[in-house]
């Protein structure tokens, strides 16, 4: 049961942090699209620090239950079962995460960078780079539930 509870508060934190990784480059479209208008751009550029932070917050949350899933049976082996032994779909689950991560630090860094009055991106471009992490998040979900290695 314990297993379950852990895995279910894994998931929850990783939904949380992924609504994050899909939101904050749409703000970085809207950035794009505001112009010279210095309210909305404030405004704008408020919410992404929020939520850039709010997402930081998530994946540690969910990085915590996720490593207590994977290596939680080493310290807690009657209550946490070694469910990736001998097998090699975690790893590259692991490698599309730390890839996502990559993409939510990059798009974070655009996001100070335009608050420091660089420029960003078309908004054409920042809507082609808001469709990556739904592949990258297919592969993740295709890796956990079919396990094919």
């Not at 379950?4 to 992924?18: E, G, N, T, Y």
């Not at 692991?94 to 335009?114: E, N």
Request: glycine share 8%; hydrophobic share 60%.
């Amino acid at each position: 049961m314990t297993y379950l509870w852990i895995k279910s508060f894994h998931l929850l934190f990783v939904i949380a942090w992924m609504a994050t990784v899909f939101y904050l480059p749409r703000i970085l479209v809207n950035l794009a699209e505001a112009g010279d208008d210095a309210a909305v751009r404030t405004r704008l550029l408020l919410m992404g620090r929020r939520l850039y932070k709010f997402g930081h917050n998530m994946f540690g949350i969910a990085f915590l239950f996720g490593l207590a899933l994977w290596q939680g049976w080493r310290v807690f082996p009657q209550a946490l079962p070694n469910v990736v032994a001998g097998m090699h779909w975690i790893d590259a689950k692991l490698g599309l995460v730390a890839v996502l991560l990559a993409y939510f630090i990059i798009v974070g860094r655009m996001l100070k960078h335009c608050a420091n009055g660089g420029a960003l991106p078309t908004p054409k471009a920042l809507r082609w780079i808001n469709e990556l992490p739904v592949l990258l998040l297919l592969g993740v979900i295709f890796l956990v539930l079919a396990k094919p290695f």
